[in-house]
Nanobody, 120 residues
Framework: QVQLVESGGGLVQAGGSLRLSCAAS????????MRWYRQNPGKQREIVAI???????NYADSVKGRFTISRDNAKNTVYLQMNTLNPEDTAVYYC??????????????WGQGTLVTVSS
């Protein structure tokens, strides 16, 4: 079984920073692209950032220049550094990964989510 565990959410004032982490564990051979999504109640889940296994990145327009996604392949961990936060960034943040397992092939895995609240 493979699971993703997020951490690092919390309450921050507008203009502040937070760093989210998401660690994968289980019977992992390798991890392909890793993504961060976010969702507010009543709204669709939206992609925030993606990083490929080779380190290429892409961002939603709303976070470009403020958020940075990175990964540590040795630790099976993806990070999201969030700077210059504003109240519109308030959401539950989820990480997502396509994981190659030692048995039963690839599986898409989601974390449980971590809440980020930005106060004005």
């Amino acid at each position: 079984q493979v699971q993703l565990v997020e951490s690092g959410g919390g309450l921050v004032q507008a203009g502040g920073s937070l760093r989210l982490s998401c660690a994968a564990s289980g019977s992992i051979v390798s991890i392909n692209a890793m993504r961060w999504y976010r969702q507010n109640p009543g709204k669709q889940r939206e992609i925030v950032a993606i990083i490929t296994s080779g380190g290429s990145t892409n961002y939603a327009d709303s976070v470009k220049g403020r958020f940075t996604i990175s990964r540590d392949n040795a630790k099976n961990t993806v990070y999201l550094q969030m700077n210059t936060l504003n109240p519109e960034d308030t959401a539950v943040y989820y990480c997502n990964a396509l994981v190659q397992r030692t048995s039963f092939g690839a599986v898409e895995v989601w974390g449980q989510g971590t809440l980020v609240t930005v106060s004005s």
